[in-house]
């Protein structure tokens, strides 16, 4: 049973990230992303297996003093596996790396899937992920020419066993001093697809 560790945003500034899903869901069957109930994330990690008490004292050793991570988005990615999926592109991602990085130190990167290793992991937050291949083109020409640009604070971090989905452990990470956080708009669990999410 897989296990992964995320950034996820549970504030209003995650709204243009569900405004791009169901856009997305125009090409999907059956609209993925908002079926999830789990807000918009970024994945660090997955795990096929591993011990739960490393898990969460990696999570916690890595983000228990971080604050939130604000990225800004400007274009959309792809990976094509069974199905298209469909990803923002975060622009300044730096401290993402860090964190990743950081992580990866905690647990020996050979125990995580290949996608989400050092030198592999490409970070994305992801907005579809079943988009059938004979809408793939029209879902990437949508996709090119979707030219947005905003900002995203991930204020909490978690890990999660799935399917079905359990959050193990989650950590809220304080906005800088002077910023206002915005309501929460969403919570819920992670999802599972082929190989990245």
């Known amino acids: 049973m897989p296990y992964g560790i995320s950034l996820k945003s549970l504030n209003a500034t995650a709204s243009p990230v569900l405004e791009l899903w169901d856009k997305a869901a125009a090409f999907e069957e059956t609209a993925s992303m ?61 401290q993402l790396f860090q964190l990743h990085a950081q ?34 083109q029209a879902a990437i020409g949508w996709a090119n020419r979707n030219r947005m640009r905003f900002p995203v604070t991930f204020d909490a971090a978690d890990c999660v066993r799935f399917p079905p989905v359990e959050i193990l452990r989650e950590i809220r990470l304080p906005c800088p001093t002077g910023q206002q956080k915005a309501p929460p708009i969403i919570g819920g669990a992670v999802h599972a697809e082929n190989g990245r999410h």
Request: net charge negative; hydrophobic share 35%; charged share 20%.
């Open 103 to 136: 992580l990866h130190r905690e647990i020996d990167p050979t125990h995580c899937h290949e996608h989400y290793r050092p030198g592999n992991w490409v970070p994305h937050c992801t907005i579809a992920t079943k988009i059938p291949m004979a809408k793939s």
């Open 34 to 94: 908002r079926a999830l109930n789990y807000p918009p994330h970024l994945t660090l990690a997955v795990y096929q297996e591993i011990d739960l008490d490393q898990l969460a004292e990696a999570l916690d050793r890595v983000f228990r003093t971080c604050p939130a991570v604000t990225l800004s988005f400007s274009s959309i990615g792809h990976f094509e596996n069974e199905f298209l999926v469909l990803w923002g592109r975060p622009n300044n991602g730096e």
